[in-house]
């Protein structure tokens, strides 16, 4: 099954962001995407439509399984 690791973030300008990361490592602690989504914040570099991301909203880990029927 495919692991997606999605933090969201709101911007100073109100708006939610969401960074995805693939394969994230297994047994991925709350404290660990905490201090993650610090640094994102931190850095300054992410954001959207001028406004960089300034506070962390949430947090997911999304499995994505898939079943092939005809494969080449």
Known sequence: MDQTLEL???TAGGKRMTLTVDAP???ITEAEVR???QEVIGS???GTDGYPVDSA???RIVSRGVT???TA
């Open 35 to 37: 201090q993650a989504m």
């Open 8 to 10: 969201i973030f709101k």
């Open 44 to 46: 300054g570099v992410f």
């Open 25 to 27: 490592k297994e047994g």
């Open 57 to 59: 909203e949430a947090a």
């Open 68 to 70: 092939d029927i005809i």
